[in-house]
């Protein structure tokens, strides 16, 4: 099975996470099919603490890959953040 999910990037005590996708059998950090995007949770200041590319996620989805709990809460999260700025 395909899945989107976070592979661990970044050094010790300094978590960066890349939002790929993958296949389910391989290991968190292993090789992966494509880059979607990333997480930065120590982000400070004017650094975006994530990024995502909204339209391969969904065609991923919709070609039956499975987002983990935190990247589908990313996806969603994306998705108004969007939406805002086009009702602005």
Known sequence: ???IRLARAGSKKRPFYH???SDSKRPRDG???ERLGFLNP????QEAPY???LERSKRW???GAQPSERVAKL???AER????SVAQ
């Open 75 to 77: 996806i969603r999260d």
């Open 1 to 3: 099975m395909v899945t």
């Open 51 to 53: 990024k995502l590319d």
């Open 61 to 63: 989805i919709e070609k």
């Open 42 to 45: 120590v982000a400070a200041g």
């Open 19 to 21: 939002v790929v996708v």
């Open 31 to 33: 090789a992966f099919i």
């Open 81 to 84: 953040a969007q939406q805002q």
